[in-house]
Every structure is written in C-alpha cells, then in structure tokens.
C-alpha cells in the first residue's frame, strides 16, 4: 500500500486536506445542518460527535456526495469542489463505510474487498473479454493488494465466505477492508465501533490507528463511544442538533462547557 | 472420495482464479468438449438436433445473456423474446440486404444490433427497480412484436408475413436454408455458445462482472467504491442483449428456418428464458446451461416416457410439464434461488466428503 507520505504523529503538518466551510443542508422544514464549518488536516485522525440525529451522518453523506447541501462549499486538497456523484468522489480517493453495514452480500469477502479496488482497475472491456494478458495481469496485482489489506485485518480465514453468513463485527471489519482496498486519501467511516463488544472496539481502533500511522491515511469518524474517541482522535468536532457546537483536541472538547451540556453530560449520567 | 478438493493447493493468484479450480471439473469440462465436438456431430440426426441439441444451445446464449443482466446486474426483464425477435429480424434484413455477407458476420452483427435496441429499452432502469423495471420490458416486449408485426418493411412485405432464412453457407457447409445439415448447423451453434460461454465467464469474473454484482447486492455501496451505475447498468444491458439478438439469430436463421414473429417470439419465449435462469441459478453461468438443458429437456423426456412409453394423453404430460415448471420455480425462487446451480454445489461437497464425513 502507500508508504510515501507516511504521516508520523507530532510531526502534522497542519494541511487541511478537507475544508467545510457553511454547510447547510435541509430536508423540507427539517435543517440536518445548520451552518458548519470545519477543516480535516492531511494525515490526522478526526472525529465528529453528537447525539443521535445530530447530523453527523449527513455530513458524511455531504462529503461524500450522496447529499447536495443547499448551501456551502466542500474543499478538498485546495480546490473548491463542483458538485459531484458519490462514484466520481469516489475515483478522487474518499472512501467510507456506513452506519449500518452496506456490503455486498451475494459476494465473498474477497470479491467485497477486490470490489474497492475498482478505481485502480482501468483495463477495458475488450481486455476483459480477452481475459488473458492485461486484464488477468491487473486483477492478480490487485489480488495482490487486497491480500495485504486480509492480512492487515486479519481476516484470511474467511476470505470465500459469503459476507451474509459472517458474524456482524466480522461484516464491520470487512467493511472496512473494501473501504481500505481502495488505498482512500481520505477515509470516512461512520460508527465503526457501534454494536461491538470490548474486544471487538479495541481491535477496532487498533486498526484504525494503524492505517493512519502505516499508510499516512487521514481518517475522519463518527463515534459513541466518549473513551475510544478520546483515546485516538486527533481533534474532534462536537455536534447537536445541526449545529457545531465544538471543535477542538479531545482534551479542548472534553472542557468544553457547551459541549458537557448537550452531550458529555447526558451521557455521562 | 470420488470429488476430492484436498491435496489442490494454490500457489498464486491465478490458479486460485482458474474457472475450474479442481481438477476433476476441468477433466469434465474436456471431456464435455470432446463428446460435443468429436462425437456428437457424427451421430447427430434431424430428430436430435431439431428436438434437443439446436434449442439447448441456442437457449443457453440467451440464458447466459438474461443472467448477465438478471442474475448477475439484478435487472429484471420480460424483454427476452422482444430482443430475440429483434435479432431474428436484423439476421433477416441483413441476409436479404447483403447476399455476399458472411453467415457468421450477420449473426455478429445482428448481436450488436439488439444490444443498442436493448440499452435504449435499458435507460428506464436507471430511473426505476424491480416490478416497475420489469413492466417497463414487457412493454418493450409487447411494442417489438407489435412493430415487426405492423411494419412491413421489416419482413420485407411478404404476403404471409413471416420471414424466412435464406440458404447461407460457412465455407463449403450450409449453415442456414432446408438443405443444411444437423451436423453443420450443430458445429456452428456450438462455436457461438463456446466463446460466448467463454467471454461471460472472462467478464464476470473480473472488474466489470464486480461492478454488476455490487449494482444488484447494494446501489449506494456500488457508489462509493466508485461504479457509475448508468455504465454498469447499461453495460449489462447492452452485453445482455447481444447473448439474447445473436440467440434471436440462430433461432430464427439456423434452428427454425421460418418465423412467424407472434408465434416464435411472444411473451412466452421471455418467460421460458426466465424460468431457465431461476431454474438453473441466478448469477451462474454453468447454471444457464444447466436451466437451459432441464427446460429442453423436460418435455422431451415426459413426452417419451408419459406418452410413448405408457400411453398417456399428450394433453395430460403437456400439463404435467406445467405443473412440474411451475413447482419447480416456486421451489428455487423460495428455497434456493442460486438453482440447480448450487444444488450441483452442494451434492460435490457431499461427494467430497463421501464416504468419510469429517
Ligand atoms: N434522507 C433524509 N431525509 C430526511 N431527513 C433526513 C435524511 N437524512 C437525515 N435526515 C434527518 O437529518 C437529521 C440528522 O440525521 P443524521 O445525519 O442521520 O444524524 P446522526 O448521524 O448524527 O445521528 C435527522 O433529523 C434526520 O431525521
Ligand atoms: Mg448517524
């Protein structure tokens, strides 16, 4: 996978790789989001908070494409974003996972992962047909990427089972590797942890942290759990009801009397 | 242990690719080669060819092409006997039009004709799903008939209106006309589904075959791996119709010789192809075959046995087909969708296992 640009923590270079700048976004009289902005440096780990219904997934989905705000920009490495659909951000090299696991379930583990590296595949279809040559020749080297990626997730074992059979923090995990496979700039990942016992949330962040620290990938993630969000972001955004209500380090957040109020508070009852 | 997949190690990512991966199922598939080309044109007769080895070929072409777009991409279509039909008729126009051109070409060409008509009756799917994807093809269906039927150009206004195939030859064979043989036309057919059968499998198995699964399992995760769903979609469409217009082709120029467009091509013929995808297994290129063989099989085997052998009524085994059919279809649509297929599946698994249980 990427080795260059590898990130090392404390050396940031303070790049923002993504700028949100006055997100609106509106469904009929509903208002996910209320004006935020925020910035997502090159190589960090961010988080973004907030009770349920707070917009955080909807801002995934602006980033990603799958929601048009009704007013803002999304910056990303510089440049002013047009508006775009989700596959063309996409081959720009943001990749995410969903809230509720969004694989493809009539496929094996390996064919979900071999799915993310779609956007290095760029043989024809006239090689395809051929097979022989230039197609097979990709889809072995790219074999062998997503091979690296069920290493890294440790996941060998159930490389040929159909990912519907899989137990759920397995699904979460390969998930995650198709998300990874795609070697993403910028990895969006949307409660990674929900649903998972102790165990599962540590390995979890473990991996999260590795691809970071490994691959230099920037990660943006929207997580529950208060502990697992200190202990490995970088910064975190806090939001309610549409609105940022923090921004900050973990430890900036955590005293934060805004952000104790509308969230820490209620779930630290 | 007559199936064994103990002791077949893998030791790089291409034979762990290979479409027989064990190596009993490539001695098979060689041996099906064989029988089916240096045995089975010297013993082929009218009977053989007309009742079961013409249609079971050219059924699986288009087996292979519905469950590109159905069983492979999840879209619906009750189109196939409309896209066959158009096949049909751009063999037709093109053999009159074009005396000199070569058999084999027409029936190429007249593959890429459909696959344009078919993406065009395609564009609806990238607005809807399902049931309503599926009436928006029966109407694509129904308006093709109603236009080779009403518009006498396409059949070249013979007073009968059907269209009949003018005597073509490859090299020094007849492949179409009264005077073809069994064994020609045979070979030719068989040349068609082996590269097409080979192309299916070359493109399913590897980026664009990924991009029309990811389409069905989940549109929106589809999207972020970065599939444009108006290309994989179309191009589902677009390759599905080829397999359905080149099938159309044969059936009308090599199988039946005369075609009369209500009869041969009706909703009927989009339903029998549907039934061979979920018989055999949806998303299975071996299951197309496996559906196509069963579905021509079927009335051949009750016919011999029901009528010939025990003296039923043909009207009696003819609904008993029905009725086998129609339990059948309920049955793998409930119990198994990935058909015969899958069964296939499970019994050499069993046989692997056999007679030693772990
Ligand atoms: N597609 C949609 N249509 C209508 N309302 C939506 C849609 N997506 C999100 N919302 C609304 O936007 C608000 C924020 O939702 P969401 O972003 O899912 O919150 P979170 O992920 O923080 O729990 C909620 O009130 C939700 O009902
Ligand atoms: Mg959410």
Redesign the interface.
């Known amino acids: 996978m990427r080795d260059a640009n590898k990130t090392i923590k404390g050396t940031m270079r303070n790049v923002p790789i993504m700028e949100i700048k006055n997100i609106v976004l509106r469904f009929g009289g509903v208002v996910a989001i209320q004006d935020i902005s925020f910035d997502i440096f090159e190589g960090e780990i961010r988080a973004i908070i907030g009770p349920n219904g707070a917009g955080k997934s909807s801002m995934l989905n602006v980033i990603?494409g799958?929601y048009h705000p009704q007013d803002g920009e999304v910056w990303f490495r510089g440049k002013k974003r047009a508006a775009m659909?989700?596959?063309q951000i996409?081959?720009q090299g943001i990749?995410?996972t969903?809230q509720n696991i969004?694989?493809?379930?009539?496929?094996t583990a390996l064919?979900n992962i071999?799915?993310?590296r779609?956007?290095h595949?760029r043989?024809g279809?006239w090689s395809?047909?051929?097979?022989r040559g230039a197609?097979?020749q990709?889809?072995?080297e790219n074999?062998?990427i997503v091979?690296k990626v069920i290493d890294f997730l440790e996941i060998q074992h159930i490389r040929k089972t159909p990912v519907g059979a899989l137990p759920y923090g397995l699904q979460k995990r390969v998930e995650l590797g198709?998300a990874l496979a795609?070697e993403p700039q910028l990895l969006l990942l949307d409660e990674p942890m929900a649903g998972m016992n102790v165990e599962e949330k540590e390995d979890m962040s473990r991996y999260i942290l590795d691809v970071n620290s490994e691959f230099g990938t920037t990660v943006a993630l929207i997580e529950h759990d208060m502990g697992v969000v200190m202990d490995i972001s970088d910064r975190v955004v806090v939001m309610d009801y549409g609105k940022k209500i923090g921004d900050g380090s973990p430890d900036e957040v955590r005293n934060n009397q805004a952000v104790i109020d509308a969230y820490l508070g209620i779930s630290e009852k | 242990m007559l199936y064994r997949e103990v002791g077949e190690f893998k030791t790089?990512?291409?034979e762990d690719?290979q479409t027989f991966p064990i190596r009993f199922d490539k001695y098979r598939y060689f041996f099906v080669l064989i029988v089916g080309l240096l045995f089975v044109p010297f013993v082929i007769n009218d009977y053989w060819a007309g009742a079961v080895l013409l249609p079971f070929l050219i059924y699986s072409i288009a087996a292979i092409g519905l469950n590109i777009l159905t069983g492979y991409c999840g879209q619906v279509s009750l189109g196939t006997g409309g896209f066959m039909a158009v096949g049909a008729y751009a063999s037709y126009k093109l053999m009159t039009a074009f005396p000199d051109l070569n058999i084999l070409f027409i029936i190429i060409i007249s593959g890429f004709v459909t696959a344009i008509v078919g993406t065009l009756f395609g564009l609806p799917s990238l607005r809807i799903k399902g049931f309503y994807l599926a009436v928006a093809t029966l109407a694509a269906q129904f308006f093709l008939i109603w236009l080779f039927n009403k518009v006498g150009w396409f059949y070249n206004y013979s007073a009968s209106g059907m269209i009949t195939s003018p005597s073509r030859s490859l090299g020094t064979f007849l492949i179409t006309g009264p005077d073809a043989t069994p064994a020609a036309q045979y070979l030719f057919c068989f040349l068609f589904v082996f590269l097409l059968a080979w192309?299916a499998r070359?493109?399913t198995?590897?980026?664009?075959g990924?991009?029309w699964?990811?389409i069905?399992?989940?549109d929106?995760?589809?999207?972020?791996?970065?599939?444009?769903?108006l290309v994989a979609k179309l191009?589902a469409f677009a390759i599905s119709s080829f397999y359905v217009g080149v099938a159309g082709a044969l059936f009308f120029s090599v199988y039946l010789g005369a075609v009369e467009v209500t009869e041969a091509f009706s909703i009927q013929k989009s339903f029998i192809v549907l039934f061979m995808v979920i018989i055999g297994g949806l998303?299975s290129i071996f299951g197309s075959f496996a559906g196509a063989a069963f579905m021509v099989l079927l009335p051949v085997a009750l016919k011999n046995l029901l009528v010939l052998q025990f003296g039923w009524p043909v009207d009696i085994a003819a609904h008993l087909e029905f009725i086998i059919i129609g339990g059948l279809i309920v049955f793998f649509l409930i119990v198994e969708p990935h058909g015969l297929a899958q069964l296939w599946n499970l019994l050499k698994q069993k046989l692997r296992l056999w007679p030693f249980p772990y």
């Open positions: 990603n799958f659909k989700p596959y996409a081959h990749a995410r969903f969004a694989l493809f379930k009539g496929m064919d071999m799915t993310g779609f956007t595949m043989k279809i395809q047909i051929i097979w197609a097979s990709e889809e072995y074999r062998e091979e198709r795609a | 790089s990512y291409s690719s192309v070359n493109l198995r590897g980026k664009i990924r991009s699964m990811a069905r399992d989940m929106i995760a589809a999207e972020i791996i970065g599939v444009n769903p191009s998303g």
